[in-house]
């Protein structure tokens, strides 16, 4: 926003672009009710509102370097060489929380952290330079404060469980950014291409349509989960499914599923309610997949690519043949 558009883009058009993005991917997932299933089906642009283009709001729509920036937004920060840094914004997650004349002071701090300087200017930063300060931060502060390590045999080899869970819809920590480190996990403990199968018996990873940082939003809320992780360490019942209920319908009541599998709606029956539903499916499409796959950490600046079997930028390839397992 800064470089492009020479600072914020005004509240209402971004919140007019991801409405319009969810309204427009809305049925991708079998149903309409305002929720995504997986925001990584959508490949909605916001040049769609444009000024003056057909099917473009009357209010709040956009010039084409607020839509340029928006979109580079949800495609994730690239490097000179063309390569995704880190993963992208959802579409159905609020940009507001990286809107402003000033960001937050979790992320300038962070800068200066980086830096070793609290007195670093964040305002030199461009678009040019993320791949920079993204390999620096990794560098300088990545072992502190990043999650990383896939190596959790001692969780499994104890008999421990993980629960984890995010709403798809987080405006402050990119949804991607977990299914990551689920991937690498998987991948460790699989030998190859990530077979979440592997981890089922120990470690489940949940994803919650709609739901904002944790917790909020339009999609309904996870609910007893901490009693949901009672009932499968101490009685050995692995969740199947974790229910969720309100959001912006109060009495909606859903399934949220053990990842890969999504809520699919049995095609009768009031969409309000998680009995008309059931988990299934595979969400790791290859078009999934690819968007998620980025640079090599603490190598952010260059060429290379983090791989994980069929997870590489050939299987990627539009001519491809490979099937993503």
């Not at 999650?147 to 402050?172: C, F, H, T, Y």
Request: proline share 5%; aromatic share 8%; net charge negative.
């Amino acid at each position: 926003m800064k470089d492009l558009v020479g600072g914020p883009i005004a509240a209402a058009k971004l919140n007019q672009a991801t409405a319009s993005a969810i309204a427009a991917c809305d049925a991708l997932d079998g149903i309409t009710d305002g929720l995504l299933n997986d925001p990584r089906r959508c490949t909605w642009s916001a040049t769609n509102n444009i000024c003056g283009r057909q099917g473009a709001p009357a209010a709040n729509c956009l010039t084409q370097a607020e839509a340029t920036a928006i979109d580079m937004i949800w495609d994730g920060p690239r490097n000179s060489k063309g390569k995704k840094v880190f993963v992208p914004y959802s579409r159905a997650a609020s940009l507001l929380a990286i809107n402003g004349t000033t960001p937050s002071f979790t992320a300038t701090s962070q800068v200066q952290w980086n830096h070793e300087d609290a007195s670093f200017d964040w305002h030199t930063l461009t678009i040019d330079g993320y791949a920079d300060e993204a390999e620096l931060g990794s560098n300088v502060n990545g072992d502190l404060i990043n999650v990383m390590s896939p190596a959790l045999d001692w969780v499994r080899n104890s008999g421990k469980k993980i629960l984890m869970w995010q709403g798809e819809a987080d405006q402050l920590i990119q949804t991607e950014n977990s299914l990551n480190y689920y991937d690498h996990v998987a991948n460790y403990f699989s030998g190859g291409t990530p077979d979440f199968s592997v981890l089922q018996s120990w470690f489940r990873y949940f994803r919650a349509p709609g739901v904002a940082h944790c917790g909020g939003g339009s999609g309904p809320q996870p609910v007893a989960l901490f009693e949901t992780m009672v009932n499968w360490v101490e009685n050995g019942v692995a969740p199947d499914s974790i229910l969720a209920q309100g959001g912006a319908v109060p009495t909606r009541t859903r399934l949220l599923c053990p990842f890969p599998q999504e809520a699919i709606y049995i095609g009768s029956g009031s969409t309000d309610s998680a009995a008309n539903f059931y988990c299934g499916g595979n969400l790791q499409t290859k078009n999934a997949v690819c968007q998620g796959i980025i640079t090599k950490y603490k190598k952010e600046t260059q060429g290379g690519v983090d791989t994980m079997g069929t997870y590489n930028e050939a299987t990627c390839n539009p001519n491809s043949n490979v099937t993503v397992r």
